[in-house]
């Protein structure tokens, strides 16, 4: 036992600290552990990630911009789409989960069974990856073509007062010195519709020769929204930069000789850079973009060249629609209490088609106590879910931001996070994506396809429970005092293998670099586990006893890069704060203070893509 003693004493030691150092020792000891220790740790974890984030993740996005479009179109979406892209979410999440217990093994004890069996899982894992390529290939479409529904257009289109909006909009997409228009107007006025007729009369007419459609939402995926708009124009992106992909879509619009491209449910400011949209028109070619949002300031903050806004019908217009759908009542006797109806609904469709509808064939007697129920469901829904959208996007989306940034910095001194502040992340996100699959469910609704008084009546009741929990949420949030202990100092963990000659060597060549004027970027690589975030804290710890650096600020960068994040990361670091939401405007800001200093380290861990 005195011998075993001798043995398990450095192994536990060195565990916390790289699973290389980890191996060679073991192999000495016991060779066939070693063996299995190379197999299920490295080949098969990596393996997996590389299948997960190269060949899933790609066929992934082409499968979501495919079924995004379709819908766009109206199609039904095949079922077994919907499962696949259900059964690619969970693979990746149990992934992520035996990545995570990987990082997490700290002791001897637990070493060998364990790795063993998470490599084990993860070839099991790789099987379902491979299965799920198969299946993801061979789907030769993802929708079949919807039944067409009733005229809905010819509800409320064909009135006069939409048909002059349509045609002050054609006339702005004509108008050679606009390239940017806007449609603005409150939720269920129906803009989405009346932006599928001008739609339709834009390629009837042929004045483009290309019309591309994109739903944009209210948090908006860049590399969805350009798969989308590669798919429309026949082509396919397989880059995983953002950026790279912008560019090669900005390309292609250049290309094109008259393209229209219709950006529909715009929440916030979308940089269209970014995307890859840049609209322009010279002499051969023109790119025009119309985009339509519930607020004058988001088409302006687009810097819009032309804003229409999409009113209520006409008191007379929204009598007649009322009437049209109202079925065979005498409304002769309810004259006056169908024109309270139509005047009530403030010219919005979605409302005057769910009273109708409602109504519809109904007694006479019985159209009171319909009306009060519907008045309750429907106008009481949207405000709880209005209610709703200013609480996340206001106060919840700023605090969680602030919360990351200090759990950021906190992880960045090794500190342990307090479990309450990890699971009060978890349940923002979950609240976050829980509100947007509301604002989808809203959106149908308003779409006047889907409108009925009962499926208000659910919206405002989510709503209204979504309201307590973000309420619970925000007052929990602010409380933390703090969100991290001082992690324990591991004993001599440098000492274990960051002094050896070819630590000290490695070391010392970094250091060497950074303080050369020649040199302004270094990049340290090397397998996972082989101890490289250790290095730089060491190199850190020596750079700042040093003071080679008026300041030094490390940040972690993690697999799926969060650039607001990132960017707090460094300003807090600065001990600033930007206040700013739009991405460039905060990079701006950043760039501005990092000039001010005169001696400065910038520090990024856990790089695993190109990154600007």
């Known amino acids: 036992m005195e011998g075993a003693a001798i043995v398990v004493t450095p192994v536990t030691e060195l565990a916390k600290c790289a699973a290389v150092p980890i191996v060679r020792y073991i192999s000495y000891v016991a060779p066939t552990a070693a063996q299995y220790a190379w197999d299920h740790i490295f080949y098969n974890e990596t393996y997996l990630q590389s299948k997960l984030q190269e060949d899933l993740l790609r066929l992934e996005h082409d499968v979501i911009g495919k079924v995004n479009l379709a819908r766009d179109n109206g199609d039904e979406i095949h079922e077994v789409v919907e499962n696949w892209l259900k059964m690619v979410v969970d693979v990746r999440d149990k992934a992520t989960q035996l990545y995570n217990e990987a990082g997490a093994i700290n002791s001897c004890l637990e070493w060998g069974s364990a790795y063993y069996h998470l490599g084990k899982e993860s070839k099991e894992k790789i099987v379902i990856v491979d299965n799920l390529l198969t299946e993801g290939r061979s789907f030769s479409s993802v929708s079949n073509p919807a039944p067409v529904p009733p005229g809905v257009a010819e509800h409320f289109d064909a009135f006069a007062s939409r048909e002059a909006t349509k045609k002050e909009v054609i006339q702005a997409l004509m108008d050679d010195k606009t390239n940017l228009v806007g449609i603005y107007g409150m939720g269920g006025v129906g803009k989405t519709t009346l932006m599928k007729e001008i739609r339709k009369q834009v390629e ?342 040093t003071k080679l650096f008026d300041k030094v600020v490390f940040a972690t960068v993690s697999q799926n890069p969060d650039l607001r994040g990132i960017q707090t990361q460094i300003a807090e670091s600065l001990g600033m704060r930007i206040e700013e939401e739009s991405i460039p405007a905060r990079a701006a800001k950043l760039s501005a203070r990092l000039k001010q200093e005169k001696s400065i380290l910038l520090m990024l861990d856990d790089l695993w893509t190109r990154w600007n």
């Not at 988001?298 to 109202?326: H, P």
């Not at 469901?377 to 996340?392: A, H, P, R, T, Y």
């Open 204 to 545: 009837e007419t042929k004045f483009f020769d290309k019309v591309v459609l994109v739903t944009v939402s209210q948090n908006p995926d860049l590399r969805r929204i350009q798969a989308q708009i590669a798919e429309s124009l026949g082509m396919k992106i397989e880059e995983e930069s953002i950026e790279v992909r912008a560019a090669r879509l900005s390309d292609r619009l250049k290309k094109d000789n008259n393209i229209l491209l219709i950006l529909d449910a715009v929440w916030t400011r979308l940089e269209l850079a970014e995307v890859g949209i840049i609209s322009y028109k010279d002499r051969q070619n023109t790119c025009k973009v119309l985009i339509t949002s519930r607020n004058l300031d988001v088409c302006q903050s687009m810097e819009t060249t032309k804003n229409v806004e999409v009113q209520g019908l006409s008191e007379r217009d929204s009598l007649e629609l009322f009437l049209r759908n109202v079925g065979g009542v005498d409304c002769n006797a309810l004259r006056k209490m169908t024109a309270d109806i139509a005047s009530e609904c403030e010219g919005l469709p979605f409302a005057i088609l769910a009273f109708a509808r409602a109504l519809r064939d109904k007694d006479e007697a019985a159209w009171p106590d319909i009306i009060k129920n519907i008045r309750k469901s429907l106008f009481e829904g949207m405000s709880l879910f209005d209610n709703l959208q200013s609480k996340v996007q206001n106060d919840l989306v700023k605090l969680e931001t602030d919360v990351k940034a200090k759990v950021d910095l906190a992880r960045n001194n090794g500190d342990v996070i307090h479990q309450v502040v990890e699971q009060w992340l978890e349940n923002v996100e979950k609240v976050r994506k829980e509100t947007a699959e509301l604002c989808h469910q809203a959106e149908e609704i308003n779409s006047c396809l889907k409108g009925r008084h009962s499926a208000y009546h659910r919206l405002g009741k989510e709503s209204k429970e979504k309201i307590v929990i973000v309420d619970k949420l925000l007052t929990e949030g602010r409380s933390f005092s703090s969100v991290s202990n001082p992690a324990p100092v591991p004993p001599r963990v440098a000492e274990l293998f960051d002094a050896f000659v070819s630590r000290e060597a490695t070391k010392k060549e970094v250091i060497q670099a950074l303080v050369d004027d020649k040199t302004n970027l270094v990049g340290i690589y090397g397998m996972g586990g082989v101890g490289k975030t250790t290095l730089m804290k060491e190199i850190r710890k020596q750079v700042e006893e």
